[in-house]
């Protein structure tokens, strides 16, 4: 069963940067695509980053184009979240999740405060 472990929420000044890690494990990920989304409360959820496995092909969000970076470590099966310049309406609920067809895998979460 696949399993994702989001860390590396926190506080944070606006301005500052913060990197998200996203465990995952119970399965070989070749094949799949790993992807970041976020929720800010009161708003529907949004997508973050993408990165396919096995190229590493990568997709982002317009709203962290520039600001943000995913990258993945094969022999750990992490998959990180690099975020630099946050704002404020960065703050949001973290989610990993994984997919072959549809983003079916999904983690618990991990909260980034970004204080103005």
């Known amino acids: 069963q696949v399993q994702l472990v989001e860390s590396g929420g926190g506080l944070v000044q606006a301005g500052g940067s913060l990197r998200l890690s996203c465990a995952a494990s119970?399965?070989?990920?070749?094949?799949?695509?790993i992807g970041w989304f976020r929720q800010a409360p009161g708003k529907e959820r949004e997508f973050v980053a993408a990165?396919?496995?096995?190229?590493?092909?990568?997709y982002y969000g317009d709203s962290v184009k520039g600001r943000f970076t995913i990258s993945r470590d094969n022999a750990k099966n992490t998959i990180y979240l690099q975020m630099n310049s946050l704002t404020p309406e960065d703050t949001a609920v973290y989610y990993c999740?994984?997919?072959?067809?549809?983003?079916?895998?999904w983690g618990k979460g991990t909260l980034v405060t970004v204080s103005s």
């Open positions: 119970g399965r070989t990920f070749s094949g799949y695509s």
């Open positions: 999740a994984a997919r072959t067809t549809d983003w079916n895998f």
């Open positions: 990165i396919r496995w096995n190229s590493g092909g990568i």
